[in-house]
């Protein structure tokens, strides 16, 4: 588990991400720089036991690694997001 911690830094809590959360049933995450797409996908299906259908990522202007993970309609975002604290 400690190294799905490392890939997965932290989750991103702006208006922006919990919007997402609400709306598009995706989590932000702020991951490693080097890890790829389906890194985060396995990472966030192993940490949380769902599925998860689409991974999109960004370099934010700071130079962190943004990555919006879109879960399948039978999983809630917003019931992780509360496990978190995010919400």
């Known amino acids: 588990m400690a190294e799905i911690w490392e890939l997965l830094k932290y989750p991103h809590l702006a208006e922006k991400s919990v919007n997402l959360i609400e709306r598009e049933n995706k989590l932000v995450f702020i991951v490693r720089r080097e890890c790829n ?3 985060i996908k396995k990472a966030v299906e192993k940490a949380f036991q ?3 259908i689409q991974v999109r990522t960004e370099i934010t202007p700071k130079g962190l690694k943004k990555a919006y993970i879109k879960l399948s309609p039978e999983h809630s975002a ?3 997001a509360t496990k978190l604290g995010m919400v």
């Open 37 to 39: 797409k389906s890194e």
């Open 50 to 52: 769902v599925k998860v």
């Open 78 to 80: 917003s019931e992780i």
